[in-house]
């Protein structure tokens, strides 16, 4: 009688560590879907800042990293004249073409707004350069998947920089390369637009 109870408590012992151990599987399902879901963009799928900052350590142990920074020109007025949900197919089709258009260890990010950032490790300006200039192109030439936009042409203006500006600021001088870059992307604007 002692040996069936033993063993009917090592099969509930076995059953419930078996259900443990779902339960566990799953729960680790969802804490990586939410730290998924915590470091990219709900409308384009593209990183967000807690990515970079997630990936920060990493990409400070690289040598040089090329920033560039994308802006969508008059992206106000398709939001005035469309709708926002007009605006947000136009956001997801261009983070689309960025990720189409980057190489895969480069880094998007949806930066803020109509504003995209990339990240490209290594400082190839003839590739950075070229890079802004398919992405430009692309947005250009593209037709948006939405009836109401019709024959609209959407434009970006890009600017280019690069990191560390000084080596021995390389713990804090990200933020100065993405304001130098956004600085560039500015004066692109100021001298006319749908330019890197």
Not at 16 to 45: F, K, M, W, Y
Not at 86 to 97: I, K, M, Q, S, Y
Request: charged share 25%; proline share 4%; net charge neutral.
């Amino acid at each position: 009688h002692q040996k069936l109870q033993q063993q009917r408590l090592e099969a509930l012992i076995a059953q419930r560590t078996e259900e443990l151990r779902r339960v566990n599987q799953r729960l680790r399902q969802a804490n990586d879907a939410l730290t998924a879901e915590s470091l990219s963009d709900p409308l384009t799928g593209l990183g967000n800042r807690r990515l970079l900052a997630q990936n920060w350590h990493e990409l400070r142990c690289l040598p040089q990293l090329a920033v560039i920074l994308i802006d969508l020109d008059h992206f106000k007025r398709i939001n005035d004249r469309y709708g926002h949900g007009v605006g947000d197919v136009v956001l997801r089709e261009v983070a689309t073409l960025i990720q189409r258009l980057k190489e895969p260890q480069d880094m998007a990010l949806r930066w803020g707004g109509e504003e995209f950032l990339l990240l490209l490790p290594g400082l190839d300006a003839a590739r950075a350069l070229a890079l802004g200039e398919r992405i430009r192109l692309a947005v250009r030439a593209h037709r948006f998947n939405d009836p109401s936009l019709g024959d609209a042409q959407v434009t970006c203006s890009l600017g280019i920089s690069h990191w560390p500006l000084l080596p021995t600021l390389r713990e804090r001088d990200l933020d100065g390369s993405i304001e130098l870059a956004d600085f560039a992307m500015y004066r692109v604007k100021s001298q006319g637009r749908d330019a890197t």
